[in-house]
Nanobody
């Protein structure tokens, strides 16, 4: 079984910083792209940032210049450094990755359980 476990959420004041981490564990042969999504109350889940196995990154326009995604391929982890946080960044943040459990197995999508980020004074 494969698990993705997020950590690092919490309450922060506007302008502050938080760092989210996600660790993938279980039987994993390789991980392709790792992503962070978020979902605010009453809104659809949106892609925040992604990082491919080779290190190429992409960000949504709303977080570009403020958030940085990084990964450690040896540890199967992905982090999201969030700076200059705004109240509109408040959401549940989810880690997502597509990975292979064996060399010839299918590429399968996995999700973490989510971690709450609240930006408020």
């Amino acid at each position: 079984q494969v698990q993705l476990v997020e950590s690092g959420g919490g309450l922060v004041q506007p302008g502050g910083s938080l760092r989210l981490s996600c660790a993938a564990s279980g039987r994993i042969f390789s991980i392709n792209t790792m992503r962070w999504y978020r979902q605010a109350p009453g809104k659809q889940r949106e892609l925040v940032a992604s990082i491919r196995s080779g290190g190429n990154t992409n960000y949504s326009d709303s977080v570009k210049g403020r958030f940085t995604i990084s990964r450690d391929n040896a540890k199967n982890t992905v982090d999201l450094q969030m700076n200059s946080l705004k109240p509109e960044d408040t959401a549940v943040y989810y880690c997502n990755s597509d990975l292979r459990r064996t060399a010839w197995g299918p590429l399968t999508d996995y999700w973490g359980q989510g971690t709450q980020v609240t930006v408020s004074s």
